[in-house]
């Protein structure tokens, strides 16, 4: 499998070392800056059910992303069980949290839900729809509400002099998702569109030789995503509605730990959360074209940026290391457990 060849033990070891190198420096970095006595008597007062709340929020993540892919396999007339996928799906985390772009994660999945007896092709189109449906979610969802509340959201971080950029921004935004849109309903029309598109003087102009090659991945990756889309038309459109629930419910669990971190430091954000949401979505968006595994350096500069509009400064550095514990650093953790005991089993069954 290709999975095997991509994550080799050592690039496994140079991508955790280079994540959490960065990681380290900027967040001590960001501590040394802010840090007071006040940060420390805060950080001990903290109470233990804030603690709880603060955990079962990163656990309610899991429990979210393992009900919607375990529906999706279900809609494809595969079977698996609840802990299974939970398990896959941390090593799937752990495995794109370590690689750039989060590259790693895709072929993981593909890979585990196969070792489960699923084949390829299906466990493919498992990995290909969980994608299709949160990619769709961002392009389409996002711009859409960063169309109707920037102005607030501008005037909120002090930058309402860069409206007009960001109109720009989000037209180009909403008429791709339009696009995307136009072609989940008509995926016959992308396979014209994408060969038509490596056609294009320009294009080959700018990839020469790689056009012709780039263009063909493309066009199978889509092919894989027709398939899909062909096997679920066919199934139960409350089900398929509920796995796009799960999508949303899924994104704003991830979303809902910086305002319970900040809750749980004493913070009143009453009136703010679904402002500190959307510019936390926008962060997100941001940190995956970041080539760096995990966004590393940067996801802890953009929310330290966020935090500093809504906390006192002697909070604003703990906060970000809370939040990216509870977030990143939890999540490789636990998921390179599984991914070890996954792989470590299969290898020895072998």
């Not at 398939?227 to 139960?236: D, E, G, H, P, Q």
């Not at 305002?259 to 510019?279: E, S, Y």
Request: hydrophobic fraction near 50%; aromatic fraction near 12%.
């Amino acid at each position: 499998m290709a999975t095997k060849k991509m994550l080799t033990p050592g690039l496994i070891r140079k991508g955790m070392a280079v994540t959490f190198t960065i990681g380290f420096f900027t967040i001590v970095g960001l501590l040394y800056s802010s840090t007071t006595p006040a940060t420390w008597r805060s950080l001990s007062m903290i109470h233990p059910k804030n603690i709880c709340l603060m955990l079962g929020v990163v656990f309610l993540s899991w429990l979210v992303e393992g009900w919607r892919v375990k529906t999706i396999a279900y809609l494809l007339g595969e079977q698996i069980s609840f802990l299974d996928t939970l398990r896959i799906n941390l090593a799937t985390i752990f495995s794109g949290n370590i690689t750039p772009l989060y590259s790693g994660s895709v072929p993981t999945q593909v890979y585990l839900l196969h070792q489960q007896g699923i084949s390829i092709g299906k466990a493919s189109a498992i990995v290909t729809i969980r994608v299709t449906f949160t990619s769709l979610l961002v392009s389409i969802g996002g711009p859409f509400l960063l169309f109707l509340f920037r102005g607030k959201l501008l005037n909120e971080i002090g930058l309402a002099g860069l409206a007009g950029f960001l109109n720009y921004i989000i037209i180009a935004a909403l008429v791709f998702a339009g696009i995307l849109l136009f072609l989940l309903f008509r995926p016959a029309k992308g396979t014209f569109l994408i060969g038509k598109f490596f056609r294009l003087k320009p294009v080959q102009k700018i990839l020469g030789p790689k056009a012709e090659t780039c263009g063909q991945k493309i066009l199978s990756e889509w092919e894989v995503f027709r398939a899909s889309l062909s096997a679920l038309s066919t199934k139960r459109i409350p089900l398929l509605l509920f796995v796009i629930f799960l999508s949303f419910c899924s994104w704003l669990s991830t979303l809902l730990i910086a305002p319970v971190v900040m809750m749980a430091l004493g913070v009143n954000i009453h009136g703010k959360v679904f402002r500190i949401l959307l510019l936390e979505y926008v962060i997100y968006f941001l940190l995956s074209f970041v080539p760096i595994p995990g966004g590393s350096g940067v996801a802890e500069i953009g929310f330290f940026s966020l935090f500093a509009i809504y906390l006192p400064k002697h909070l604003q550095a703990i906060s970000v290391t809370i939040w990216r514990l509870l977030s990143y650093y939890l999540n490789t953790l636990v998921g390179g457990v599984c991914f070890l005991r996954l792989f470590t089993v299969k290898h020895g069954k072998h």
